[in-house]
């Protein structure tokens, strides 16, 4: 199947201080990605969709500006937590569709906020 | 909000035995796909169903689908302790592949 990269895998940070995730499909084009949150031992919950050049769809709840979701290119869209707080602990997950009927997941990231 | 249930949350059995995931839904579908998480780790793709298919195999996988119950199930056959994982369905309702609801998974462990 295709390939999907994040980066970083794992990072800790102070409270306060933003993080920037970037999301890759590395063998293929993604004019649309998704970003999905998920807490230990529950379920992925969709967060946002990325569209390549127009703005992040959010879904309901999720704050636009603590979540800054930028999609500059068809293989790359980054996913910055502003003002990171504890709460915010999480693993956060990107994927990358292909046009046809499989979405691709990357390898997660894990942000502690300490 | 989610829209899938899964049952059992945890299943538990031993290397060779079957296991069998279910999942229920509540709202008409395109298609419905299972995923497998290990833990702390991405997510792999392991099988699409179409909401006019109501069987399909992979290998050691056999999906049902039963749009007149809103539910799927997922069977792995001659499970191997490699196969713990945590296993997904999810399902869309829009342009295939847009925006995914998960369900709550199903923990399976194998016993060696």
């Known amino acids: 199947g295709a390939v999907v990269s994040q980066h970083p895998s794992r990072v800790i940070c102070k409270s306060g201080t933003s993080v920037k995730i970037e999301c890759r499909s590395l063998d293929f084009q993604a004019t649309t990605m998704f970003w999905y949150r998920q807490f230990p031992k529950q379920s992925l919950m969709l967060m946002a969709t990325s569209n390549e050049g127009s703005k992040a769809t959010y879904e309901q709840g999720v704050e636009k500006d603590k979540f800054l979701i930028n999609h500059a290119s068809l293989t790359l869209s980054t996913l910055t937590v502003t003002s990171a707080h504890p709460e915010d602990s999480s693993f956060y997950i990107c994927?990358?569709?292909?046009?046809?009927?499989?979405?691709?997941f990357g390898p997660g990231t894990r942000l502690l906020v300490l | 909000s989610q829209q899938g249930e899964e049952d059992p949350q945890a299943l538990s059995i031993q290397e060779g035995e079957n296991a069998t995931m279910n999942c229920s839904y509540k709202t008409s579908i395109n298609n419905l796909q299972w995923y497998r998480q290990n833990s702390g780790r991405g997510l792999v793709h392991l099988i699409l169903i179409r909401s006019n298919e109501r069987e399909k195999h992979s290998g050691r996988l056999r999906v049902t689908l039963d749009t007149s119950k809103k539910s799927s199930s997922l069977l792995i056959t001659a499970s191997r302790a490699a196969d713990t994982a945590s296993y997904f369905c999810a399902t869309d309702a829009g342009t295939s592949g847009s925006r995914l609801t998960f369900g709550e998974g199903t923990q399976l462990t194998v016993n060696p």
């Open positions: 994927s990358a569709w292909d046009r046809e009927e499989t979405q691709y």
